[in-house]
C-alpha cells in the first residue's frame, strides 16, 4: 500500500514522469490507460482503484520508470530507479493482488457506511457480512490462486520470482532449545501473512458498542455500562424510562438531536442519557461525517494554497462542510439576533422581526 502511495505521489509531483507513463499506457492500453494515484488518508473507497491501475498498467508503469531514471536529475533518477528495483520484484505484484483481494470488500462495507445515520447493530450486520467473505477467502485454495497469478505475472513480465526474505535467527533466550521454526518456501510464509491479515478483521469493541446502544435504543441495561466510569447504571436506568415516556426515537443520532433541541432545564434531567450518546457518536464508525469534513478541507487547503494564502482559511469552512444544515438556518432570526445584541445595531438596522 504504501509503495502504491509513493507511486502516485511521484506520478503528480513529476510532470516528465507523468507525460512519459501517460506516452507509454496510450500506446499499451489505447484511451483505457488510467492514471496512477497516491492513496487518501481521509477517504475510504479510493484504494482498490489505485491498486488496480498499478496491477492493470504494471509493464507500463516499469517501463516509464525505467526511462525516467535514465533522464532525469540525479535525485529525480534516484526515486525513480529505487522504485523500479522494488517492482522488478515478484514479491511486490503478489503483495499487491494480496491488498487488492482484501480492499475489495472492505470498500464495499465503507461505502454502505457513509450513510449520515447509522445504528451500530445494522452496521455490525454488515461487517458480518464481509467476515463471512473474509472467512471464506481463508483457505489454501483461494491463496494458491493469488499466489499463480502473481507467479504467472512475474514470469511474463521477467520479473524476479517471489522469494523468501532473509531468514533472521531467533536468540536462544526466546527459542529454548527448539529448533525455530523455518518456512519451506515463499509460498507457505506469505500463506501465513495472509491469513494473519483476514484474522484482524475480528473486533470485539463493536460488540461492546452494539451492547451501549441497545442501552440507549431500549432502555436494557447490561454489565457493559459499569465498564465505564463516565456512566452511573442507576441513574442512567431511571433516565432512560423517563427519556422513553417523552419522546420517539430509532438511532443514536435521533437521541442526540432531540438533545441538542432541548432547553437547558430539560436536558440536565438526562445528563446521564447525554453522556451515553457522546460515547456512541464520538466512535469514528458511527459516522462518515468526520470523513467528508476532512477531505472538503483538504479541498479548500489545496485551492487557498495556489491562489493565496492558507491564513484565508477559517471558520467560513463549517459552512461548506455542513451545506444542508446551512440551508436550514433561519436568516431573519440570525440577522435579528445579532441586531439586538447593543443599541448602536438597533439604530443602524432597524428591525427584521
Not at 507457505?188 to 501473512?193: A, D, E, F, P, W
Amino acid at each position: 500500500m504504501g509503495l502504491v502511495h509513493e507511486l502516485g505521489g511521484f506520478f503528480n509531483q513529476s510532470g516528465k514522469f507523468k507525460l512519459i507513463f501517460q506516452n507509454i499506457a496510450k500506446s499499451e492500453h489505447g484511451s483505457t490507460f488510467t492514471s496512477l494515484k497516491p492513496l487518501c488518508p481521509t477517504r475510504w473507497t479510493v484504494r482498490t482503484p489505485a491498486i488496480r491501475s498499478v496491477l492493470k498498467q504494471y509493464e507500463s508503469v516499469l517501463m516509464a520508470l525505467e526511462e525516467m531514471a535514465s533522464c532525469s536529475s540525479p535525485e529525480t533518477s534516484a526515486k525513480a530507479n529505487g522504485l523500479h528495483g522494488t517492482f522488478l520484484k515478484g514479491n511486490t505484484v503478489l503483495g499487491l493482488l494480496m491488498a487488492e483481494d482484501l480492499m475489495g470488500d472492505l470498500e464495499c462495507l465503507n461505502t454502505s457506511l457513509q450513510l449520515r445515520k447509522q445504528t451500530v447493530s445494522g452496521m455490525l450486520e454488515a461487517v458480518d457480512h464481509v467476515k463471512t467473505s473474509m472467512q471464506d477467502k481463508r483457505t489454501e485454495e483461494h491463496f494458491d490462486v493469488l499466489f499463480s497469478k502473481a507467479t504467472a505475472v512475474a514470469t511474463k513480465l521477467d520479473l524476479q520470482p517471489i522469494q523468501m526474505p532473509h531468514v533472521r535467527k531467533p536468540t536462544k533466550r526466546c527459542t529454548g532449545q527448539a529448533a525455530a521454526h523455518i518456512h519451506p518456501d515463499a509460498q507457505s510464509l506469505y500463506r501465513i501473512q495472509f491469513y494473519n491479515a483476514l484474522d484482524t478483521f475480528e473486533q470485539a469493541g463493536f460488540h461492546k458498542l452494539q451492547q451501549l446502544e441497545n442501552v440507549l435504543l431500549h432502555g436494557d441495561m447490561d454489565k457493559v455500562v459499569e465498564e465505564y466510569p463516565e456512566l452511573n447504571s442507576r441513574l442512567l436506568q431511571v433516565q432512560l424510562a423517563m427519556f422513553g415516556a417523552n419522546y420517539t426515537y430509532e438511532t443514536s443520532s435521533d437521541v442526540a438531536s432531540i438533545i441538542r433541541e432541548m432547553v437547558p432545564e430539560v436536558r440536565g434531567l438526562f445528563g446521564q442519557v447525554e453522556a451515553l450518546v457522546r460515547l456512541l457518536l464520538v466512535v469514528p464508525a458511527s459516522s462518515a461525517e468526520v470523513e467528508r469534513s476532512f477531505s472538503a478541507l483538504r479541498r479548500l487547503k489545496t485551492w487557498l494554497r495556489s491562489s493565496m494564502s492558507q491564513t484565508r482559511l477559517n471558520n467560513v469552512a463549517i459552512c461548506h462542510v455542513h451545506q444542508k444544515k446551512l440551508d436550514r438556518l433561519d436568516l431573519e432570526g440570525i440577522c435579528q439576533s445579532f441586531i439586538s445584541a447593543n443599541d448602536k445595531r438597533k439604530k443602524a438596522f432597524g428591525s427584521f422581526a
